[in-house]
Nanobody, 117 residues
Framework: VQLQASGGGLAQVGGCLRL?????????????MGWYRQAPRNKRELVAE???????KYGDSMKGRFTISRDNTNNTVYLQMTSLHPGDTAVYYC????????????WGQGTLVTVSS
């Protein structure tokens, strides 16, 4: 599975951004797609994920502000981010869990989100 992320950039406090992650390759084996993020000097943390069946999970600080959705036709996952604040500044990584028996983690390249006041 290959993942191509896009949509990062600069946003102002209170603003919004949308990230996209397009999957290719063995997309039918994908169980979960989502996003992690990592800020300087911080551990990588879960932002949001969505299963093939549409079940979603969010990191605590993202609940109510971020929405993850999935377009199965285009094998693309979207992360709509609203009410952004400087604490959301990080490199956002798209990831996927995929496999027909055992599952493996796949990562896309990071995309930088900077929230400026």
């Amino acid at each position: 599975v290959q993942l191509q992320a896009s949509g990062g950039g600069l946003a102002q406090v209170g603003g919004c951004l949308r990230l996209s992650c397009a999957a290719s390759g063995s997309t039918r084996s994908i169980k979960v797609m989502g996003w992690y993020r990592q800020a300087p000097r911080n551990k990588r943390e879960l932002v949001a994920e969505i299963t093939a069946g549409g079940t979603t999970k969010y990191g605590d600080s993202m609940k109510g502000r971020f929405t993850i959705s999935r377009d199965n036709t285009n094998n693309t996952v979207y992360l709509q981010m609203t009410s952004l604040h400087p604490g959301d500044t990080a490199v956002y990584y798209c990831y996927s869990k995929a496999g027909w028996g055992a599952t493996f983690d796949y990562w896309g390249q990071g995309t930088l989100v900077t929230v400026s006041s």
